[in-house]
């Protein structure tokens, strides 16, 4: 293989060919996925011990209602994902009848002057462009193949708006955001109630809104319609779908069933009683790979592979990866990170020296970044070299 070692040639040649390159006919591999990639990176090598669930499109029902997106398709220009491919946890709920929808009201309570109720229509005038951010279920694991996140571009109007209009009283420091969340079936491994307890600050940095359009269309039914929060750089558990309740509450208020039921995959502390005790529940920064090809080059097998970094609160252009434990950490090719709101693609050529099994680990090898999951190596996912 030509010895490449610089970006720029890097991001020009490997990208733009996903992009517009050839489409490779590839037998192992559904259409769907091989429209999406290039010849010249070669077969795609399926990671090992994985999950084998269905992918793009939805199963169960309820609260056990998943659809997983299948995140080997993500392409430069394939960073913002359809609405019906968008990952779904919970589906739209049995007891929430669609005629509701159409007069759907968000009920303003508890520390306030006044208890009151908008009429969502009447916040038309208010939506605006929120932008593309990536969400991710804190549940995401191997099991499904990373396929609990996607990002979609967002219309709606910010949470700290909406509060400007309702007067809460001074010994409010804090506002539960709830969503209808009633379903005729019991599930066994998730509870009923969908509500999280935002601080003001928590609401204002973050740029929490409530979002009525999806991808410039109307939410899907199982994404949250007619209105769903989305808390920018959060995990999906704290954004309820389906909002219709928001309660101005103070320091004494109870942790929610929500907010117990994800408190280990938030990163909590124990699962503490008091709301006010919950750290943000905000995604460290964090990079996996998404694909594997492979190629044979002058009789060397040479593997290519893409990945994406998101979360964290700032860019990085200090990450690395390793195949397997106790070998030495190398820089990542390739990748421009801009923006911490969504996924950033990066890719890496890699040449082993020996069959085996390999596990991909990436680290941000810097200090000053914090990375919970990726040193616990939660994202690691391993392959077959034969
Ligand atoms: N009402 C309600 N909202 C909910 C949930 C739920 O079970 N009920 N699940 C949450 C979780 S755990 C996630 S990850 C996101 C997923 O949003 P999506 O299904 O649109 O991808 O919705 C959140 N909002
Ligand atoms: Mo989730």
Redesign the pocket.
Known sequence: MPNIHRRSFLMSSALASVAGGPIMAASSLPLAVAGSLCDDDGEVVPFSGEGRRPMGRPYGSGLDGRQLLDLRKLAEDRLVTDNDQFFI?TRYPSELDPADAQAWKLKFGGLVDQEQEIVLSDLQDEVEDMGVHVME???NGRFGGFG?MSAAQWSGFRVTKLLDRIKPQDSATAVMIAGFDQHARRSRNSRRGASWVFTFDQLKSTGAFLATRMNQQAIPQDHGFPVRLVVPGW???TSAKWVDTITLVDDNEPATTQMREFASRTHQRGVPELAKDYRAASMDLAAMPVRVQKKTVDGNSVYTLTGIIWGGDRATDKLVIRFNRGTDYVPVDSYEHKTNQTWTLWRHRWTPDRPGRYRIQLQVDDPEISTQRLDRGFYTRSIEVT
């Open positions: 946890r279920c804190s549940g609990l995990y999906g558990c």
